[in-house]
Structure formats: structure tokens, C-alpha cells
């Protein structure tokens, strides 16, 4: 896992008394992050959190990592965040929206909390409701976005369901953290009632290696799932 650090903030003091000199070395107090408050918040919309823990008097830095298995060649993780210290043991921050959904580390200075916050991705449907159809073969094109979500542009490395319903996947676009598909669902005889949906997919991502003397590059496949509850009725 990658981590961060930065140099710490020393302070000497030099005197003279009468004929020697002394010298006198202060530290300012360690910053300590211990929890973070909500710990789960969703990528459409801008948060507020609050970072709970010691030290946070003079601190100039609060950033969010996003972790991963892997160190991505293409992918800046960090974001800074715009913050407030309320006291030596509270800081509040807003959490921009948009950014990446995943596990992230808070970074206060030079302290970390590891798995600080998680970012849920979310989805938006242009189809929320179809009416109950005996016809077997009743479809319809639906077009999802999903918030915080990198699929890969190949069809067939997604896999979308309506409630189990398997969709057949015609189009994937990619912008920024956010992707658009659109699906073809057949929901004859589909039973009336509300329906989740489900993704799981894999994209090809390409990987940084530190081989020491120099920095090498592989493609890997990169896994995920979500799960999105209510997205569509039969009426």
C-alpha cells in the first residue's frame, strides 16, 4: 500500500549565558488522526466530515488517498481538501463530489489513517418505470450512469441485472470517474414489484512497477461490483 510522508516540523533555540551556549530542540505536538465522522458518504454530492484525533493545532495539510492492490500508472489518488480546525482535536473538511468511489486514507500532515472512508458510488436510470408486459419478448433501451464508477469500454466486461434479470449491454462511455451504459433489459412477464440492480465488471488498467532502478509497466485486469437498490418498478 502506498503511503505518505512528508518531513517533520523542527524548531532550535539558541542562547548564550554568560560564557557558554546552549541549545534547547522543541517539537510541535505529533498529529494524531483516530476516526473520521461519517464514514461512509456517496460521490454525487459534496460532504461534510469530521476528522476526530490530536495534534491538529497548525495543521496545513488534509488529504484523502484512494487505496488500491495495485499502484495505477494513470490515476492521481490524492485530493486535497478544503478544511477547518475547530480545536487541537477536531478538524471538518468538505469532501468534493465526484471523486472516485472506494476505501480511502486520510492524510492530516504527516499522520494517516488507514481505510478513514469509504465512497459509495451511486446510479441514475432514465427508466424508473415500465408497466407489466404478458409479452415475452417486451424490451426496452435504458441509459444508467453511473457516479464514481471506471468501467472499461468493451461491452462485454460488464455485466448488468434487474433484480437477476440479465440486460444485454450495447454501449459503455467513459468520462472523467463516471460512466454511461446503455442496456437493452427484456422484461416480458416480468413480475410486478421493485427491482435492484446489480454490476460487476473487470477493466484492463495498466500498472506501475518500482523495479528499483527504474520504473516498469504492465496492463492488468482491475475487478469490481456494486450493488444499487430500487432502481426500476413493474407497475
Known sequence: MQTKTKAGVWMLAMGVVGAGIFFAGSARAATTPTSVSPSEIWTDEDSTITISGSGFTGTSDVEL??????????EIRNKRLNFTVVSD????????????????????????????????????????????????????????????IVLGKNNSWATIKFGGRSTKVKRVSVRGNNSTVVVELNYGKMAQGTYDLSLNYKNKVREEIDNGSKIKYRNRWDNGSANFSGVLQIL
Do not use: H, M
Open 65 to 74: 488517498f484512494r487505496i488500491t492492490s495495485y499502484t495505477p500508472a494513470d
Open 89 to 148: 482535536n477536531q478538524i471538518t473538511a468538505t469532501v468534493p463530489s465526484g471523486l472516485r468511489a472506494g476505501s480511502y486514507e486520510i492524510w492530516v500532515n504527516d499522520a494517516t489513517l488507514e481505510s478513514a472512508l469509504t465512497i459509495q458510488p451511486t446510479v441514475t436510470s432514465n427508466v424508473t418505470q415500465l408497466n407489466y408486459s404478458v409479452a415475452k419478448k417486451a424490451k426496452q433501451n435504458i441509459i444508467l450512469e453511473f457516479k464514481g
